[in-house]
């Protein structure tokens, strides 16, 4: 399984975007990027799923360059609802479902 | 649809004691995992079961185990509890396999303090 690797921790006002960069140099052809918050003592939730180029939905944007080695999650105009531990994930199915999560990103929005 | 729902939320336990865990899925999904969350090792996986077999394993001793039953509520057990086994578990579920990573649906998550 490829591993993944964020920031630690990000702060940012409200009202900005936020764009969290997660590194994967080992990402194989077969695997997806996923990306998942976390608040606290609660379990994480799906946010957005990507394979190349972009995708949007209502809640994110997930840019992912042409080598796939990396992603991007952006955040819109975010709001102290999204101070939380965003986790960036890669694999394929393989038969098995055991997604490594990592560390994560802390994000925090300041008033 | 209801969500994923774990059973108890809270539990405390001594050292040397045994604890059962409870997951029951979304309806219609037959895989359940579960997860170990502490502070010092963020989310650890534990196991997956699909259609009452387990599929896939983690790192953790053999006082850890689980099962599923034939209507994909899943347990998962934890003999001779250590302290340092105080976390929250956390159980989620997905559809099935298949070429696209599923989205994993998790639970509120169960913790385990143990004194």
Not at chain 1, 26 to 55: E, H, L, M
Not at chain 1, 79 to 99: E, I, M, Q
Not at chain 2, 34 to 50: R, V
Request: a positive charge; aromatic letters at 12%.
């Amino acid at each position: 399984l490829a591993k993944t690797t964020q920031p630690i921790s990000m702060d940012s006002y409200e009202g900005q975007e936020v764009n969290i960069t997660c590194s994967h140099n080992n990402i194989a052809t077969n695997d997806y990027i996923t990306w998942y918050q976390q608040f606290p003592s609660q379990g994480p939730r799906f946010i957005i799923q990507g394979y190349k180029t972009k995708v949007t939905n209502e809640v994110a944007s997930l840019f992912i360059p042409a080598d796939r080695k990396s992603s991007t999650l952006s955040l819109p105009r975010v709001s102290l609802s999204d101070t939380a531990v965003y986790y960036c994930l890669v694999g394929d199915r393989s038969g098995a479902n055991n997604l490594f999560f990592g560390t994560g990103t802390r994000l925090t929005v300041i008033p | 649809k209801a969500g994923v729902t774990q059973t108890p939320r809270y539990l405390i336990k001594t050292r040397g004691q045994q604890v059962t865990l409870s997951c029951s899925p979304i309806s219609g999904h037959r895989s359940v995992s579960w997860y170990q969350q502490t502070p010092g090792q963020g989310l650890q996986f534990l196991f997956e079961y699909f259609s009452e077999t387990q599929r896939n394993k983690g790192n953790f001793p053999g006082r850890f185990s689980g099962r599923q039953f034939s209507n994909s509520r899943s347990e998962m057990n934890v003999s001779t509890l250590e302290l340092g086994d105080s976390a929250l578990y956390l159980c989620a579920s997905t559809l099935t396999g298949g070429h696209k990573v599923d989205t994993q649906y998790f639970g509120p998550g169960t913790r385990l303090t143990v004194l």
